[in-house]
């Protein structure tokens, strides 16, 4: 694996077809898995470590957000990454004046709507990452479903020529969706988090079993994570999965799109349905065996 700091350097040393991973950092087995899948159908595998100061709000967490690349290499080279591209701001953003993407309205809902001005940043920072790389593949986790469904829209406003992989959510063995943010949660917040996902799985069952009232499944979540000490759901919600309309009755693709606040932590989940042979499916994501790497210390 080779350490490149420039766009010309990606390109010059891609060959065939490309494979884009984009990350924030802090790596785990959920950014390993999309780069297994980048290996497996790509020829160059390209992952990007750049903690995006433009999608963090005023009072959110770019100072202390986790970060250490020497621990992030290891994880990438063992991944089969061929090419970990850590540029400085001034790489992705030359100019001081960024032509702002215009963002469609579902962007503000639901995180749009808490987290204000954080999808305008990472559709700025996706755009020039793809611009710049201009991969055949990108590849992102299903768990940050409205990024997925903004960006989806932006490959398409925009015409770029990459095709977007979605890839299931992974998770620790108690259910917990893997996220370099569960670095904040300790303790009594850390068993407090996995609610979210216990109340998600209870959905998941009810639709499985034949429930399609979109109150009802948004219900099941309110219902588990009020049970549970420490945590606070912020929303439960049914919605289409590309433009994360409100569903009152589950129809595919769909989501039911969950957030916490568990301490200072905004944590979010989701279980995915898509239409298969015998009806509508569940995509609740992959559990591990053992606790992921962020659970080591
Ligand atoms: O999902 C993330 O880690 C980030 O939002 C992304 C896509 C790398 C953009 O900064």
């Given at each position: 694996m080779k350490m490149v700091g420039t766009f010309a350097e990606v390109r010059d040393a891609a060959y065939g077809s490309v494979g884009f991973v984009p990350t924030m950092g802090y790596l785990h087995e959920g950014h390993v898995a999309l780069m297994l899948e980048a290996c497996r159908e790509c020829d160059t595998v390209v992952a990007s470590i750049f903690v995006n100061a433009l999608q963090f709000g005023p009072g959110e967490d770019l100072a202390t957000y986790p970060r250490d690349l020497d621990r992030d290499s290891q994880l990438a080279k063992r991944a089969g990454v061929d090419l970990l591209f850590v540029p400085d701001r001034d790489e992705v953003?030359?100019?001081?004046e960024i032509a702002a993407v215009e963002l469609?309205?579902?962007?503000?809902?639901?995180e749009g709507e808490r987290r204000p001005g954080h999808f305008q940043g990472v559709a700025t920072v996706v755009e020039l990452l793809l611009t710049g790389i201009d991969p055949d593949r990108a590849y992102f986790g299903l768990k940050d479903a409205q990024q997925l469904a903004l960006v989806n829209w932006l490959v398409g406003a925009r015409r770029l020529s990459t095709t977007i992989v979605p890839v299931s959510t992974r998770r620790e063995p108690d259910g917990l969706a893997l996220s370099?943010?569960?670095?904040?949660?300790?303790g009594e917040s850390r068993v407090a988090a996995s609610a979210l996902s216990r109340g998600l799985f209870q959905a998941a069952d009810a639709v499985e079993a034949g429930e399609a009232d979109g109150p009802t499944l948004e219900g099941i979540v309110s219902a588990v994570v009020a049970d549970a000490a420490g945590i606070e759901l912020d929303y439960a919600a049914l919605v289409?999965?590309?433009?994360f309309e409100p569903l009152e009755k589950l129809e595919a693709p769909a989501v039911l799109a969950v957030a916490a606040n568990v301490s200072e932590t905004h944590l979010i989940d989701n279980v995915a349905f898509f239409r298969g042979e015998d009806g509508i499916e569940v995509d609740r994501g992959v559990v591990l065996e053992r606790p992921s790497v962020l659970e080591e210390n």
């Open positions: 953003y030359p100019d001081d469609p309205d579902f962007a503000g809902r639901l370099s943010r569960n670095r904040y949660l300790k289409t999965s590309d433009r």
